[in-house]
């Protein structure tokens, strides 16, 4: 088993800035790509970004490019989101998550273990 514990969230305002961090145990964490996603109340858990397993390759949801970025340390067996001119519209609970695969992928039935959760909220 991987155990994943997000930290990082709060209550920001537009335009703010904020970085959700993702420790993980267990398991070996490098052989596992890594992923975002978030849930807005009464929505759909979707899917943010990920990165692969040695950090070489990165992919987000439109709405976020160029205001995400996803980064891993596999030594501290740590993946963070760096989260930039934050909208209303990201507001959210956030979850990490790891992959069956050590290559990049969205779906949420392709990931085993998941965070509890870190909420990010930005006012307008």
């Known amino acids: 088993q991987l155990q994943l514990v997000e930290s990082g969230g709060g209550l920001v305002q537009t335009g703010d800035s904020l970085r959700l961090n993702c420790a993980a145990s267990?398991?070996?964490?490098?052989?596992?790509?890594m992923a975002w996603f978030r849930q807005a109340p009464g929505k759909e858990r979707e899917f943010v970004g990920a990165?692969?397993?040695?950090?070489?390759?990165?992919q987000y949801t439109d709405g976020v490019k160029g205001r995400f970025t996803i980064s891993r340390d596999n030594a501290k067996k740590t993946v963070s989101l760096q989260m930039n001119s934050l909208k209303p519209e990201d507001t959210a609970v956030y979850y990490c998550?790891?992959?069956?695969?050590?290559?990049?992928?969205?779906?949420?039935?392709?990931?085993?273990?998941w965070g509890q959760g870190t909420q990010v909220t930005v006012s307008s």
């Open positions: 998550a790891a992959s069956y695969f050590s290559g990049i992928t969205s779906g949420r039935d392709d990931f085993f273990s």
């Open positions: 267990g398991r070996t964490f490098s052989d596992y790509a």
């Open positions: 990165i692969n397993w040695i950090a070489t390759d990165t």
